[in-house]
């Protein structure tokens, strides 16, 4: 299986700022991944595909980069309703893997 | 617009089967390009993929979970069910059914609501 690593696990910070969230595959992915956001209590929300595609009516201050084996997520300027939990997952082979979540939480 | 909502038991035995069912409105089962699929989550926990089925009625399992998952389509229905057999502690999660397109995005863009269930005596 490929295994999916997100760092950090947890990203103190605050509105306005510029943060940035990175998952590494155990192996090339090309470039076949998605992000969700995940408030609590709550499904995932379904963010981006494809690396760096944007899917329909999320704000463009979300965007991700990368390509192989190491991706970002990129928030440009955070705002309130973005401190949640952030997940990637690949969907290269399968079984599709999640990381294990990156915890956006307030500073 | 589609909506998935899981319906099934809150609480489980261990040792038992869990089946639940991802009612479909405002869309089809049967739609083409698509696959209906499971996702759960461990309280407190990250996301596990457990699998899916696509609208030709292939089936797609994660190999930790296969021998003992079940995923099946009612189009007369339109929903699709799962069912889990030899329940034990560690299946207690959040069950959520979710859609996943193709290639491109081949993601799970739409979710349902999520359903807690309990495996305990």
């Known amino acids: 299986d490929i295994q999916m690593t997100q760092s950090p696990s947890t990203l103190s910070a605050s509105v306005g700022d510029r943060v940035t969230i990175t998952c590494r595959a155990s192996e090339s992915i090309s470039s076949w991944l998605a992000w969700y956001q995940q408030k609590p209590g709550k499904a995932p929300k379904f963010l981006i595909y494809k690396a760096s595609s944007l899917e329909s009516g999320v704000p463009s201050r979300f965007s991700g980069s990368g390509s192989g084996t190491e991706f970002t997520l990129t928030i440009s300027s955070l705002q309130p309703d973005d401190f949640a939990t952030y997940y990637c997952?690949?969907?290269?082979?399968?079984?599709?893997?999640f990381g294990q979540g990156t915890k956006l939480e307030i500073k | 617009q589609l909506q998935l909502q899981e319906s099934g038991p809150g609480l489980v035995k261990p040792s038992e089967t869990l089946s639940l069912t991802c009612i479909v409105s405002g869309g089809s089962v049967s739609s083409s390009s698509y696959y209906w699929g499971w996702v759960r989550q461990p309280p407190g926990k990250g996301l596990e993929w457990i699998g899916d089925?696509?609208?030709?009625?292939?089936?797609y399992y994660n190999p930790s979970l296969r021998s003992r998952v079940t995923i099946f389509v009612d189009k007369s229905k339109n929903q699709f069910s799962l069912k889990l057999s030899s329940l034990t502690a560690a299946d207690t999660a959040v069950y959520y059914c979710?859609?996943?397109?193709?290639?491109?995005?081949?993601?799970?863009?739409?979710w349902g609501q999520g359903t807690m269930v309990t495996v305990s005596s």
């Open positions: 979710a859609r996943r397109q193709g290639i491109p995005k081949d993601s799970f863009d739409i």
């Open positions: 997952q690949h969907y290269s082979s399968y079984p599709y893997t």
């Open positions: 089925i696509y609208y030709t009625g292939s089936t």
